[in-house]
């Protein structure tokens, strides 16, 4: 069974002088938003700092004065960013940044990048770059074009997991897996001793976890099958020091990182990532809102041959 | 500008005691053919063995007893496919394979491979299989699932370079290049002597090429501009042996090979692939209609971080 991981994220900053904080808008209004995007609201949970959402694709984070929403799927995320930007007003919002991965499955898709930016773009005028190699692994990046400036501590992490082992595939996709099972399995309970956490396991397989602590936050969403897994973490925890562990965990064939406001992104990835993975791409631009942006995808050579995928062309599969 | 230069192919072989030979059939025939897939005729050469035709999107090469067409671009092959089956009779083809490669911009085709073969299966039922990694370079390979084995002499190559260097992008950009100095670049007529050659330089840029000789043929195509270059070779020349001098000529930063029917590919990988080079993926199978298919995709790595691409979002893009 098919299921495209990958995701579409915007993170929007709002200025709170112009108007009350975000903490203060109903749930309504965020279930409308999200709905916009063709996802539904889960469940959420909340401390003083932020109220995190556990989406049907993905998730929404909303603090006092940011939000950052994540879709998966077939889900139009650039939707949920129209109806934002119609509803808060274009005046109110400091900063605006809209991303996306390349797909698995990029001809399933109901829209690509440059129709989604062109929809952005004429609400509120844009830059936009191409992180990595348009043949491979990359991660296009949208933002305004305004005088916003980055803080220098607003540091935040994702760390993109592809092709995970087979070991891995089978546990997490076993009939009737429960979240704790995940979760240990993930070793969660040692990188998240504190967190409020909130996940949920699809069917027939799939996981999303929300988690928060104070200011800190992580996201973690599990796509488990083999041939189109992809296994993605987001947050302003350190994900660069926890690759050794993620790696051991999950065995990628391939993961890509990518980071805002590293300063030490190259220093870390000589620090560890294991030699056995080679560098494929790697790309790095202080952008002119002021963060700092990395990205890197790495491979494990391979040395063997295997056998093809025999595909089931029996019915309707736009998975190929 | 973007161009989608990776190709279909489709090679069909017939029957000939079920049908007059097919070098008896009119060009008004294979005209009518190519234009189903959007694409046109612009040229033929021929020899005692094949007449082989170049087309606005890629090649159709006839011989008495087959057929082999690739067509690029936003052509739908499939649908010259359709025809050819109809018009010759499902009882006169005697085997049929049906391939896509991995597309830069997947989202701009008009179908996907999935939606091809569901054509083709219902026509003709068969098999299909992907040879390389979803998230990465790969080649789906539909055929027929009836009881024809292939020649074991039966042996082509192709040869698929995408990123290719600085250099030879801005060589084969250039304003006014003629189809002499392409040539020359490519160094073809130390590849090629006594080959009969038809070629053709497109607008702002792009080139195509059909040689043949006795029963040999081979044909070229180029797609140069940088971030979405490809060039690719088909032929039944052993294109392994040319992997040194094609690769000191393009520098590509990534390579895929193919080949059907080679039994020394793994050994000639170990002889000519140069050991910058780091293999990606690597895949092959002997199937059921006798064809030992190999597929390899070779990338060099990359040490130092490169700027992103910035893009330009001011018009209609599709090719984000």
């Known amino acids: 069974m098919f299921f495209e991981g990958s995701e579409k994220k915007a993170e929007i900053l709002i200025d709170s002088k112009q108007l009350s904080l975000l903490d203060d808008i ?5 279930s409308a938003l999200v709905d916009c995007s063709q996802a539904k609201i889960l469940s959420s949970i909340s401390n003083e ?9 993905s998730s929404l984070f909303v603090w006092q004065d940011r939000i950052l929403i994540l879709t998966c799927g077939e889900t139009q995320l650039v939707k949920a960013v129209e ?41 509120m005028p844009g830059k936009a770059y191409r992180f990595g190699e ?15 400036i980055a803080d220098a501590d607003d ?8 092709q995970i ?41 799939g996981y999303s976890l929300n988690a928060i602590y104070q200011q800190q936050y992580l996201t973690i969403h599990v796509t488990p099958q083999m041939d189109s897994s992809y296994i993605s973490f987001e947050s302003n925890i350190d994900l660069l020091k926890l690759v050794p562990t993620l790696i051991d965990i999950l065995g990628p064939k391939s993961f890509d990182l990518m980071s805002f406001n590293e300063n030490e992104f190259e220093a870390k990835l000589t620090q560890y990532i294991p030699e056995q ?30 056998e093809p995928i025999e595909l089931d062309i029996s019915g309707e599969n736009h998975a190929l």
């Not at 109903?26 to 965020?30: M, P, V």
């Not at 700092?49 to 694709?57: D, G, H, N, R």
């Not at 119609?86 to 690509?112: D, V």
């Open 26 to 30: 109903n749930d309504e209004f965020w």
């Open 49 to 57: 700092y932020c109220k995190a959402f556990l989406l049907s694709e």
């Open 83 to 123: 109806y934002f930007i119609q509803h808060i007003g274009a005046q109110a919002i400091k900063h605006l940044t809209y991303q996306r991965k390349n797909e698995y499955f990029a001809n399933a898709q109901p829209s690509c990048f440059g129709d989604d930016i062109k929809l952005i773009n004429q609400l």
């Open 134 to 148: 348009m043949d491979s692994h990359h991660n296009y990046v949208f933002h305004l074009d305004n005088d916003f």
């Open 155 to 162: 540091i935040t992490y994702e760390f993109l997991a592809y």
């Open 165 to 205: 082992s087979k070991k891995a595939s089978q546990h997490l996709t076993q009939e009737n897996l429960t979240s704790k099972e995940i979760r240990q399995f993930l070793r969660l309970d040692s990188l998240l001793p504190n967190f409020i956490i909130d996940d949920f396991v699809f069917s027939p397989y």
């Open 277 to 306: 993975y080679i560098s494929k791409s790697k790309v790095s631009k202080q952008l002119n809102n002021g963060y700092l942006v990395n990205f890197a995808n790495f491979i494990l050579p391979q040395e063997t041959f295997l």
